[in-house]
């Protein structure tokens, strides 16, 4: 067999080639600190990495939107805090307005600074977060969601959902709260109120008319939740009697079938009016009377947010301001001012503790959050434990194998040398 020049360049080239090659693989491994540099270094392991590079880049973008809830949500606590700050103070104020010693003038400064936290109220409710949407409007997040109408009392234009966001693949979460939940809600067992408010037959309040008489009440107070009516909303009626002494009886009637029952055989309770401490029971309630009732006066009883005494916040300041602003000279005056007094802190208590359970509940989905954080977290790591295993460089034995590379390289480069000094014509 005859070996020419030629075959020993070529397989000398080849083998210095081939070499080289492994040893510029080696070091570009080392370079990048990766095993796996192009998907033909391992098919394999190339193609799981890049489902955990997926899984990755989507565990991430959960994180992104869990900063973006948890920002929404802070606002909305704080804000909340700041709703609660403002409840109470009025609350305060009300309860120095009640006082018998103040005078029309004094209940007028304290109207003034009621108005002073009512309008805070109302810029608390129309807050918007850092991208200009506002917070309680629901969906409808890109106009102020309390609006005062052509009559100056604050009406609700957003809607009645809650803006979410998904924090993880099997939750999303509510971010924000509409205005409804808050400002226009109670908590669950809210208890009744009572209200001196005149109704029509389905139960809505007539505009404009009130009690001429000077019955003021107290409570009520809840006797027995057991009771079959408990739950029902009443009112007391006031009617001129020539029958009893005092010239006045009075009927407690209760809403059903979308209208007051009026028949005397649905009537819950009836009698004589003498007023003075006098307590009526009905529906599981007591109600406490006093001072003289003329024909036609009616108090409203029944359970916050229901049909007939929805609750709203801002109707509550506005009737208190109300109220306060105008002089009670006479007796219905003094009677509507003690009672207008009584009835709105009953609502504000009320909402007070339904802004409190919002704001618990926002509390305990920041809470949520942390934990989806830190499942999140461990997520991440697992990720990058097998990613690592995948196509990360094991920096011991990449070392040694660039040294054995090295050396090979050498060795091809020194054995073409000796090999291409070689020559038969030394040997004759």
């Known amino acids: 067999m005859r070996i020419s020049s030629v075959t020993m360049y070529e397989q000398s080239t080849a083998s210095i080639n081939r070499q080289q090659n492994d040893f510029l693989k080696i070091s570009q491994q080392i370079a990048s600190g990766r095993r796996v540099v192009n998907p033909s270094d391992d098919p394999q392991s190339a193609a799981r990495a890049v489902r955990v590079d997926q899984s990755k880049a989507i565990t991430q973008q959960f994180e992104d939107s869990r900063v973006s809830a948890r920002n929404s949500l802070a606002q909305t606590e704080s804000i909340l805090n700041s709703i609660s700050d403002s409840v109470i103070s009025a609350k305060t104020r009300l309860v120095q307005a009640s006082s018998d010693t103040l005078s029309d003038v004094d209940r007028e400064s304290i109207a003034s600074e009621l108005k002073g936290i009512y309008e805070t109220m109302i810029g608390q409710a129309n807050a918007t977060d850092g991208n200009g949407r506002y917070l309680f409007g629901g969906y409808a997040d890109n106009a102020p969601p309390f609006v005062k109408n052509s009559k100056g009392n604050i009406e609700y234009k957003g809607d009645d959902n809650a803006r979410q966001q998904r924090i993880d693949a099997s939750r999303l979460m509510p971010v924000t709260e509409n205005g409804i939940s808050i400002f226009q809600s109670v908590p669950s067992g809210a208890g009744y109120v009572a209200e001196a408010v005149k109704s029509g037959l389905d139960g809505q309040p007539i505009p404009g008319e009130r009690n001429t008489g000077s019955v003021t009440f107290s409570g009520p107070q809840v006797s027995n939740v057991n009771d079959p009516g408990y739950g029902d909303s009443y009112r007391v009626v006031f009617y001129e009697d020539t029958t009893v002494d005092s010239g006045v009886s009075y009927q407690v009637q209760r809403f059903s079938e979308g209208e007051w029952q009026e028949d005397p055989d649905d009537l819950v309770v009836t009698g004589e009016y003498v007023g003075e401490g006098q307590q009526l029971s009905f529906g599981g309630v007591n109600v406490t009377l006093t001072g003289s009732a003329e024909p036609d006066d009616e108090i409203l009883v029944a359970q916050s947010g229901s049909e007939q005494r929805p609750a709203d916040l801002f109707r509550t300041m506005e009737a208190a301001i109300r109220v306060l602003e105008n002089p009670a000279t006479t007796g219905a005056e003094k009677a509507e001012l003690r009672n207008t007094l009584n009835t709105s802190m009953r609502d504000l208590d009320n909402a007070l503790d339904n802004v409190l359970t919002v704001r ?31 196509v990360d460089l094991d920096y011991a034995d990449a070392i040694s194998e660039y040294s054995l590379r090295q050396v090979g390289l050498q060795a091809s480069q020194k054995a073409f040398v000796d090999i291409k000094g070689m020559s038969l014509f030394d040997f004759m």
């Open 360 to 390: 618990a509940s926002a509390g305990a989905k920041l809470n949520e959050l942390d934990v989806v954080d830190a499942v999140g977290s461990n997520r991440m790591l697992n990720y990058e434990q097998t990613l690592s295993d995948l």
